[in-house]
């Protein structure tokens, strides 16, 4: 039971890849266990394994507080059904164990033109990140590039006629953002840091499938190993205090 309940979690949650097209999601879940109590650090190694359900992606990685990082884009059925149903428990929870929790937005475009598109979503949501006023948009744009159904079929025209930031920039403005503090921050130097970061380290976590986490920006989980939320909640959790 415990093995067909990991593989369906896997199934909601790794749907997207670098490697291969999107297509519908038609598998669903039984519901998430609750997460249960957090184990004891000796017990923690025995059930969590090096190379089963986590590598070492960045063996020189540093932090200065544990961090989980989500890695994940709008264009994606997996990130979506992660940000819907499962970060409500999965950050509250973590937050409660000392963790602190981050979203980065990857690039997986396959041509020019997705290229464009991607670099335009990408540093708009950097731009929000630094306002404060990301929850705004996470919504709109999931149901805009397609992660809301995950519908990228051929004939999809999610994401058609957002060509530049001012496409993306205007989405944002019609949903609550505030228009002057976007225009004064999109362009800033701490912004550029933070797409040219983001890009960097999807290559150095070897992410090639999302919705991916990487904690304390040296271990990537293997989420197909996972079978519950509260296991992943306490791989978290063991991974930060490694």
């Not at 932090?63 to 709008?74: D, G, I, R």
């Not at 040219?196 to 989420?223: C, D, H, T």
Request: hydrophobic share 40%; proline share 5%.
């Amino acid at each position: 039971m415990k093995k067909i309940l990991g593989i369906a979690l896997a199934l909601i949650l790794a749907g997207c890849s670098e490697s291969a097209p999107e297509a519908p999601a038609k598998t669903e879940a039984a519901a998430p266990q609750a997460a249960a109590p957090v184990a004891q650090q000796a017990d923690q190694s025995a059930q969590f394994k090096e190379g089963v359900h986590y590598r070492v992606v960045n063996p020189n990685g540093k932090v200065e507080q544990p961090t989980v990082t989500e890695f994940f884009s709008f264009y994606c059925g997996g990130c979506y059904n992660m940000e819907s149903r499962f970060l409500p428990t999965i950050v509250p929870a973590i937050e409660a164990k000392g963790l602190t929790f981050e979203q980065k937005h990857v690039n997986f475009a396959r041509n020019d033109a997705d290229h464009q598109t991607y670099e335009a979503v990408i540093r708009a949501f950097a731009t929000v990140q630094e306002m404060g006023q990301q929850k705004l948009i996470k919504d709109p744009m999931f149901a805009l590039m397609g992660g809301k159904d995950h519908n990228h079929t051929a004939g999809d025209t999610h994401g058609e006629g957002i060509n530049s930031l001012a496409d993306v920039r205007a989405i944002f403005v019609e949903n609550g953002v505030d228009a002057a503090q976007f225009d004064k921050i999109a362009q800033t130097p701490a912004v550029s840091e933070q797409v040219e970061l983001w890009a960097k380290e999807q290559r150095l976590y070897q992410v090639g499938s999302i919705p991916a986490f990487v904690v304390n920006n040296k271990y990537l989980i293997e989420l197909n190993q996972i079978e519950s939320v509260g296991q992943l909640v306490d791989l978290m959790a063991y991974l930060a205090n490694k």
